[in-house]
C-alpha cells in the first residue's frame, strides 16, 4: 500500500509513510518546546529516532520539514476548533470554548502559547510558502469563529448590523495575543482576561 | 534591556502621556499600526519571541501599565463612546482599566501576528477596533482631527 507526500508528491510505502510521520511529529513537538529557530535538524534525528540518511530523503532541508509541520499542527487545530465550534451557536458556548482553550493552557502554565501561533510568529519573515500555508489556516479559524456569530445573528442574539468578519478576526487577533501574553508571563491570566474582554464586547452587541 | 525594548518605551511613554481624548487615542493607534506593519521597527522587534524572557516580562508589564494608565485618564474624562449603531442596544458597562488595557496590549501583539501573515493592515485594526470600542478612536477619527478629509 502507498501513500502520496502532499509536498513533494512522491509515492510512499506504509513504512515510509509512518517513518515520515515520526519525524514530523517529533519535529512538531521540539519547534512547539524550543522554537523553529532553535530546533535543529540533529536534533529533530536524536528526538525521532531515525537517521539522517532517512531525514533527507523525506526532507530536502529544515524548510522543508518546517513546511511539514506547519500541515501537520495545522490539521491538528483546525480540525480541534472545528469540533470545538462547529456547532456553537451561543455567547455561552463561545465561553465554553474559551474555558476549554485557557484550561487546556493552563495544564501546562501557559508556557507554550498556541501550537500554530507560535509557527507564525517565527516563519512569516523566512519563508513565503509557509507563510502562505499559515495566512490560508488562520482563515479558516476566522471562518470557524465568522461561523459562531452568523449564527448568533441569525438568532437575533447579535445585532443584524454587526461587522461579522471584523469582529471574528478582532476575537482570533484577542485569542492569539492572549496566548502570547500567557507564554511570556507562564500564566494563563492574560490569555483568560484578553478573551474574555473581546467577549464581553461581542456580547454588548446584543440586538434586545 | 534590549536596544528594541527601550526604544518602544522611550516612544511609548511620552505619546501615551499625550493621549487625553477619543481624536489623540485614534492618532496612536494610526501611528502604532504603521509601525507594526514597517519590517524590523523596534516595535516588530520587540513582539517577536525571544530568549531574554525576563526582560520581555519587564517590557510586557511596563507598556502595559503606560497602556492602563492612558486607558484611566480616559475614562476619568469621560472619553467613551455610545452604542455603534441605533439599533444595537449596546450595554454601557464600566471599563475595568487593567484588563481593557491586557486587551489592547493582545490585541497589538496577535493582530500584528495575524496582519504580517497576510501582509495586510486588516487583521490588526480589526483587533484594535474590538480593543478600543468603549472608546471614539477609529482611523477616522483620526483623520478628521488631522483636518485631512
Given at each position: 500500500?502507498?501513500?502520496?507526500?502532499?509536498?513533494?508528491?512522491?509515492r510512499l510505502t506504509?513504512?515510509?509513510?509512518?517513518?515520515?510521520?515520526?519525524?514530523?511529529?517529533?519535529?512538531?513537538?521540539?519547534?512547539?518546546?524550543?522554537?523553529?529557530?532553535?530546533?535543529?535538524?540533529?536534533?529533530?534525528?536524536?528526538?525521532?529516532?531515525?537517521?539522517?540518511?532517512?531525514?533527507?530523503?523525506?526532507?530536502?532541508?529544515?524548510?522543508?520539514?518546517?513546511?511539514?509541520?506547519?500541515?501537520?499542527?495545522?490539521?491538528?487545530?483546525?480540525?480541534?476548533?472545528?469540533?470545538?465550534?462547529?456547532?456553537?451557536?451561543?455567547?455561552?458556548?463561545?465561553?465554553?470554548?474559551?474555558?476549554?482553550?485557557?484550561?487546556?493552557?493552563?495544564?501546562?502554565?501557559?508556557?507554550?502559547?498556541?501550537?500554530?501561533?507560535?509557527?507564525?510568529?517565527?516563519?512569516?519573515?523566512?519563508?513565503?510558502?509557509?507563510?502562505?500555508?499559515?495566512?490560508?489556516?488562520?482563515?479558516?479559524?476566522?471562518?470557524?469563529?465568522?461561523?459562531?456569530?452568523?449564527?448568533?445573528?441569525?438568532?437575533?442574539?447579535?445585532?443584524?448590523?454587526?461587522?461579522?468578519?471584523?469582529?471574528?478576526?478582532?476575537?482570533?487577533?484577542?485569542?492569539?495575543?492572549?496566548?502570547?501574553?500567557?507564554?511570556?508571563?507562564?500564566?494563563?491570566?492574560?490569555?483568560?482576561?484578553?478573551?474574555?474582554?473581546?467577549?464581553?464586547?461581542?456580547?454588548?452587541?446584543?440586538?434586545? | 534591556?534590549?536596544?528594541?525594548?527601550?526604544?518602544?518605551?522611550?516612544?511609548?511613554?511620552?505619546?501615551?502621556?499625550?493621549?487625553?481624548?477619543?481624536?489623540?487615542?485614534?492618532?496612536?493607534?494610526?501611528?502604532?499600526?504603521?509601525?507594526?506593519?514597517?519590517?524590523?521597527?523596534?516595535?516588530?522587534?520587540?513582539?517577536?519571541?525571544?530568549?531574554?524572557?525576563?526582560?520581555r516580562v519587564d517590557?510586557?508589564?511596563?507598556?502595559?501599565?503606560?497602556?492602563?494608565?492612558?486607558?484611566?485618564?480616559?475614562?476619568?474624562?469621560?472619553?467613551?463612546?455610545?452604542?455603534?449603531?441605533?439599533?444595537?442596544?449596546?450595554?454601557?458597562?464600566?471599563?475595568?482599566?487593567?484588563?481593557?488595557?491586557?486587551?489592547?496590549?493582545?490585541?497589538?501583539?496577535?493582530?500584528?501576528?495575524?496582519?504580517?501573515?497576510?501582509?495586510?493592515?486588516?487583521?490588526?485594526?480589526?483587533?484594535?477596533?474590538?480593543?478600543?470600542a468603549p472608546f471614539?478612536?477609529?482611523?477616522?477619527?483620526?483623520?478628521?482631527?488631522?483636518?485631512?478629509?
Open positions: 500500500m502507498t501513500t502520496t507526500d502532499s509536498h513533494n508528491g512522491r506504509a513504512r515510509g509513510a509512518k517513518t515520515r510521520a515520526k519525524i514530523v511529529a517529533g519535529a512538531a513537538d521540539l519547534m512547539f518546546i524550543q522554537g523553529v529557530g532553535g530546533t535543529t535538524l540533529d536534533d529533530v534525528i536524536a528526538a525521532s529516532g531515525v537517521s539522517k540518511s532517512q531525514l533527507y530523503h523525506h526532507f530536502a532541508g529544515k524548510d522543508a520539514l518546517v513546511r511539514a509541520v506547519i500541515d501537520h499542527v495545522g490539521e491538528f487545530v483546525i480540525g480541534r476548533e472545528r469540533d470545538a465550534l462547529g456547532h456553537v451557536s451561543t455567547i455561552a458556548g463561545l465561553r465554553r470554548w474559551r474555558d476549554a482553550l485557557v484550561q487546556n493552557n493552563a495544564l501546562r502554565h501557559g508556557a507554550y502559547g498556541c501550537s500554530l501561533g507560535a509557527l507564525a510568529s517565527e516563519v512569516s519573515d523566512n519563508d513565503d510558502l509557509a507563510r502562505q500555508t499559515l495566512s490560508q489556516l488562520f482563515g479558516e479559524w476566522q471562518g470557524l469563529l465568522a461561523g459562531v456569530l452568523h449564527r448568533l445573528q441569525d438568532s437575533g442574539a447579535l445585532s443584524p448590523e454587526a461587522p461579522i468578519d471584523q469582529l471574528a478576526t478582532g476575537l482570533l487577533g484577542a485569542l492569539q495575543g492572549g496566548y502570547m501574553l500567557a507564554q511570556t508571563a507562564r500564566d494563563v491570566t492574560p490569555m483568560a482576561t484578553s478573551i474574555d474582554m473581546a467577549l464581553t464586547h461581542i456580547e454588548s452587541l446584543s440586538a434586545h | 534591556m534590549r536596544t528594541h525594548f527601550a526604544e518602544v518605551l522611550a516612544r511609548e511613554g511620552p505619546c501615551l502621556v499625550g493621549v487625553t481624548d477619543g481624536a489623540m487615542l485614534a492618532c496612536w493607534r494610526r501611528r502604532i499600526v504603521d509601525e507594526l506593519m514597517t519590517p524590523r521597527s523596534p516595535y516588530v522587534l520587540a513582539l517577536q519571541p525571544t530568549d531574554d524572557v525576563s526582560e517590557f510586557l508589564d511596563r507598556w502595559r501599565e503606560l497602556i492602563a494608565e492612558m486607558v484611566d485618564r480616559l475614562v476619568q474624562s469621560g472619553t467613551t463612546i455610545d452604542a455603534p449603531w441605533p439599533s444595537a442596544e449596546a450595554t454601557r458597562v464600566a471599563v475595568d482599566v487593567q484588563k481593557t488595557a491586557v486587551l489592547i496590549l493582545a490585541a497589538l501583539h496577535g493582530g500584528s501576528t495575524l496582519s504580517q501573515l497576510v501582509q495586510d493592515p486588516r487583521p490588526l485594526n480589526a483587533a484594535l477596533d474590538l480593543a478600543l471614539a478612536a477609529t482611523e477616522d477619527n483620526c483623520r478628521a482631527r488631522m483636518g485631512t478629509e
